[in-house]
């Protein structure tokens, strides 16, 4: 029995980024900006005969895919790759392959909209009044360049007390692994 591979496992992408949701995110949607324009250049470069073009095309997002937990885009990039090496030029087509990768992205861009929406409308509800202690020691772990996990990192939002553009803003900056920008916003 021959069973469709799925479009996007989040469960294997969220466990790829150690349960991070905003990075995942993030890099979906660097995904998205980098590969949103692929079915165009694909057809063009096969026009045109650039097959060594069309090939690496393919096998980077190939590993890209894997990655990222877009098994049927990984599979059709698998496949596409051995028809690239396989076919006579003038019988190349990317038409099956163009469909998935649309697929994809489609399904991406709604979890990526479905995600944001959520943390929307969840915000890290503070209770407006600082811990100091919290405070200090994700000032500490930011220092020190430490990974901080999804939960710790609500927790010490919440010790921060901060408003809601302070939370978005501190929230994108470690996200961002861009550590002096945190801390910045905590002094």
Known sequence: MNQEPVIFDVDFALRQFSG????????????????????????????????????QL???????????GMSALHQASRDFEAQIKGEENETLDCTAYNAVLRQTLTCINEYVAASQDAAGTA??????????????DLLTALNRNEFITPSKLDQYIRDCALDAAGQVALRDAIDDLDYPAAIALLE
């Open 123 to 136: 915000s890290v509800e503070t209770s407006g009044v600082v811990n100091a202690q919290g405070k200090q």
């Open 58 to 68: 393919v096998h980077t997002i190939k590993g890209v895919s894997g990655n990222l």
């Open 20 to 55: 991070n949701q905003s990075l995942l995110v993030k890099m979906l949607g660097k995904f998205n900006e980098q590969y949103s324009d692929t079915e165009n250049t694909l057809v063009s470069d096969i026009r045109l005969q650039n097959l060594d073009s069309v090939r």
